[in-house]
Nanobody
Framework: EVQLQASGGGLVQAGGSLRLSCAAS????????IGWFRQGPGKGPEGVSC????????YYADSVKGRFAFSRDNVKNTVLLQMNSLKPEDTAVYHC?????????????????WGPGTLVTVSS
């Protein structure tokens, strides 16, 4: 059974930090690119970041560049999203998703698997 479990969300003040993690199981983790997506209140899914399976290359949405850092551990089958300098507009449910291969498409529906998200709330 494929599982992608995001955790680490919470309530933080603007300017603060959170670290999200995603634990994966049930598929060949090191052969999959992993993406983070978020969905804010009344909005559609937005791609936040992706890390490629091939060489660990990372990609970030313009809105989070310089503030978020994405890493993966292919031994522990986990990924970490370090989020710094958080803003109220970062408030959303964050989901991790997995796609076979090395590409990092922008749409969550181009990924093979995704799991329940974790809520991040940034207060002003």
């Amino acid at each position: 059974e494929v599982q992608l479990q995001a955790s680490g969300g919470g309530l933080v003040q603007a300017g603060g930090s959170l670290r999200l993690s995603c634990a994966a199981s049930g598929f060949a983790f090191d052969a999959y690119s992993i993406g983070w997506f978020r969905q804010g209140p009344g909005k559609g899914p937005e791609g936040v970041s992706c890390i490629s399976s091939r060489n660990g290359s990372t990609y970030y949405a313009d809105s989070v560049k310089g503030r978020f850092a994405f890493s993966r551990d292919n031994v522990k089958n986990t990924v970490l999203l370090q989020m710094n300098s958080l803003k109220p507009e970062d408030t959303a449910v964050y989901h991790c998703a997995a796609r076979s291969g090395s590409s990092c498409p922008k749409g969550i529906y181009e990924y093979d698997y995704w799991g329940p998200g974790t809520l991040v709330t940034v207060s002003s």
